[in-house]
């Protein structure tokens, strides 16, 4: 039987095969042989082209140009350093290819706008590559807050923490570096989500610990979302003592995720509570403090497995559908342009800012 064009797999052009293009997008991509097809790349080293053309029987080029002129290519994936994001993807645009562009979708917030503002001439045609929005844990605790077992939700801690003394480009403001735009997109995104993108309030700071160059490798942002959540969001190459990646803090309990588990303390949901009264009433003297009650807690603990099963790297399974299919792809523009607005809130007027 003939394969009908949902049922073909997407040639797939990489531009860019470092560490992303080559040490993520071939591994993912290479998992979903009926689903996408790797049929070029381009890299300014002759090795690495090399390495491509071995390994996919791919085409490669040493400039963009020569993949954008290649009729072969219908999905471009921007893999190269930052701030060359926008010029890139805009370039493959207007050669009439689709595009997936790693995050930072840019490295200012006027260079997202305008590449947004662009992409509307080729509706559709447009993807950022926000993959930690299918990450197993957030999807999972978002389905936690959901249940109601934890009560309404007021606080929640992402910390993305670790001590490394980091020299590579990454390092470098003017190549793009720094934390904000490395690990920042990510937990930004979650931290956005959890707030259904209404920010009441926004504190920030930024610092330059361990790390060589002169990007930032720790940031501090306390996010107040207009639901009255707030998210504690942490990232630092300066911390030698971790703490879980995710906590999170209702009324009625709370949970924390480490190691690909999830430790959960809650009220029991059966039990009714007493309700209570204050009063300035003289407490008696062997009262105590407090209110003197008995809480049934419930405490387990539990691997991640939201349901349905998710992990970063199904973002090209959601893109497959979106563009075989036409489903609505998971992230939006308006949601990536959001992360770079934060950005650009917490770098302003700091010696971290991009121009």
């Known amino acids: 039987m003939a394969k009908t064009a949902s049922d073909k797999p997407i040639n797939v052009g990489i531009v860019g095969l470092g560490r992303a293009g080559w040490g993520m997008h071939t591994v993912e991509l290479a998992k979903r042989p009926e689903k996408f097809a790797i049929v070029a790349g381009v890299d300014p080293k002759a090795e690495r082209r090399k390495m491509l053309a071995d390994k996919f029987k791919a085409a490669t080029y040493r400039d963009l140009d020569g993949l954008l002129a290649d009729d072969n290519v219908e999905l471009v ?12 993807a805009m370039a493959a645009l207007k ?47 978002l389905q936690i807050i959901d249940s109601g077992i934890l009560g309404e939700i007021h606080t929640i801690k992402l910390h993305r923490n670790n001590y490394q003394r980091r020299n590579d480009w990454q390092t470098i403001l003017d190549a793009g570096g720094g934390q904000l735009l490395n690990w920042g997109p990510h937990i930004i995104d979650h931290a956005l989500q959890y707030v259904n993108y209404e920010i009441d309030s926004l504190w920030s700071e930024l610092k330059c610990i361990a790390a060589a160059g002169d990007a ?36 009625r309990g709370a949970l924390t995720v480490q190691g690909g588990k999830i430790n959960l ?15 300035k009433a003289t407490p008696s003297l062997e009262g105590g403090f407090g209110n003197k009650e008995s809480l049934t807690w419930i405490e387990e603990t539990i ?26 792809f998971r992230v939006k523009l308006t949601e990536a342009l959001a992360v770079m607005e934060v950005v650009d809130r917490v770098s302003k007027n700091t010696p971290f800012a991009r121009r």
């Open 77 to 88: 994936s921007i893999a190269t350093l930052s701030p060359d994001h926008p010029a890139h």
């Open 95 to 141: 050669a009439g290819k689709m595009v997936l562009v790693e995050k930072p979708m840019a490295t200012t917030l006027a260079d997202a706008k305008k590449l947004v503002k662009f992409a509307q001439r080729y509706p559709g045609k447009l993807f950022v590559r926000h993959n930690r929005r299918f990450e197993g844990a957030f999807n999972h605790i």
């Open 216 to 251: 930032e490798d720790h940031i501090k942002i306390l996010m107040r979302g207009k639901n009255g959540r707030v998210v504690d969001l942490e990232i630092s190459g300066g911390t030698a003592i971790g703490e879980p990646q995710e906590m999170v803090f209702g009324s």
């Open 265 to 279: 303390k809650y009220l029991d949901p059966k039990k009714k509570l007493a309700r209570i009264k204050a009063t």
């Open 303 to 328: 691997p991640v497995a939201p349901k349905p099963a998710s992990q970063p790297d199904d973002i090209w399974d959601h893109l497959h559908a979106t563009i075989r299919q036409g489903k609505p």
